[in-house]
């Protein structure tokens, strides 16, 4: 089954709590936080998780750009994430395995994520001990953008390796993620879809979210 994740980014700040009982049908929420400096953007960050906690009761699927996010993940468990991603370029290698662990200490789910640039090869290090790998498929950093198809042999490689290694493993997409691109997605490999202004631009957000599931 696909399981959908809208992106809060494209929800009215003003009305978080009223914008996020709107994805009820849902299965994540998904959390952008920014940094200013890993994406040329700044969002949101630990007190906005803790406040909008106890808003929903569907998982929250905390996206990280930020540089080192070695120093800060067990803040964003402690706020309330219940899966933390991370981008694989954000620090040593050896950085991503202590981020990576220290989510796990926390008891909670955690995942790499790849920029568009960024080769499927880069996820091996630590495909085996995450719970998610996240496709970047537009360039982090704001929403809005075109989707970028020619990352679908990057999900299609990752969804042979998660196959044979980890099958267990979720494999998600963000960007651009829309009705007419979703299915492409979907046969790709992926099977969790994150979508901003898909979802809140739709009249229609339930039926939007059924229908970004695919055929
Ligand atoms: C981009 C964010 C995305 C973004 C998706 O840096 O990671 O989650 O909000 O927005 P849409 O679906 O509008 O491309
Ligand atoms: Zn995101």
Known sequence: MIKIAPSILSADFANLERDIRRIDA???????????????????????????????????????????????????CGAGADLVTVHVEADTEEN?????????????????????KTPAEAALPFLEKVELILVMTVEP????????????????????????????????????????????????????LVAGSAVYKAEDIPARIAELRGA
């Not at 630990?46 to 120093?71: F, G, N």
């Not at 981020?99 to 955690?110: N, P, V």
């Not at 494999?171 to 651009?176: H, I, N, T």
């Open 26 to 76: 849902a299965d994540y929420v998904h959390v952008d936080v920014m940094d200013g400096v890993f994406v040329p953007n700044i969002s949101i960050g630990i007190p906005v998780v803790k406040a909008i906690r106890p808003t929903t009761k569907l998982p929250l699927d905390v996206h990280l750009m930020i540089t080192q996010p070695v120093r800060y993940v067990e803040q964003f």
């Open 96 to 116: 991503i395995h202590a981020a990576i662990d220290k989510i796990h200490d926390k008891g909670k789910r955690a995942g790499v994520v790849l920029k568009p």
């Open 141 to 192: 950093g704001f929403g809005g953008q075109k989707f970028m198809e020619d990352m679908m042999p990057k999900v299609a490689a990752l969804r042979r390796l998660i196959d044979e290694r980890n099958p267990s493993c979720e494999l998600e997409v963000d960007g651009g993620v829309a009705p007419d691109t979703c299915q492409t997605c979907i046969d790709a490999g992926a099977n969790v």
